[in-house]
């Protein structure tokens, strides 16, 4: 499995509008081969941070999605928002059990 979170933040007046644009990506981004799961968060620490966890079923998967016309729109539409430089962190991981 491959996860990777990205962090980054926007003024308080943008990030609804960087959220609706995440959001309106998922449903596409969910249908690529290989996707598990793409969950967009809103910090609860300020009103201006924003967090993308994705799982991958490997590092195919990811890459097919960074080459994506999604990943292409998101970033023309965020990068001009963002008040910084984002932060990706990825991770190459074993699920051990999943728990319903």
């Known amino acids: ?3 990777a979170i990205l962090d980054f933040h ?3 007046t943008d ?4 959220l609706a644009q995440l959001d309106g990506e ?5 249908a690529m081969p290989g996707n598990i799961a793409f969950r967009v968060y809103a910090s609860r ?8 966890v994705h799982e991958w079923e490997n590092e195919t998967a990811f890459a097919g999605y960074l080459g994506s016309e999604a990943f292409a729109r998101s970033g023309a539409a965020l990068r001009p928002m ?3 430089a984002p932060v990706s962190r990825r991770f190459s991981a074993a699920l051990l059990e ?3």
Do not use: C, H
């Open 1 to 3: 499995m491959f996860i």
């Open 26 to 30: 998922s449903a596409e981004v969910r």
């Open 15 to 18: 990030r609804p509008t960087a």
């Open 98 to 100: 999943t728990v319903a």
């Open 82 to 84: 963002m008040t910084g």
């Open 10 to 12: 926007t003024t308080a």
């Open 45 to 52: 620490d300020d009103q201006t941070g924003v967090a993308v």
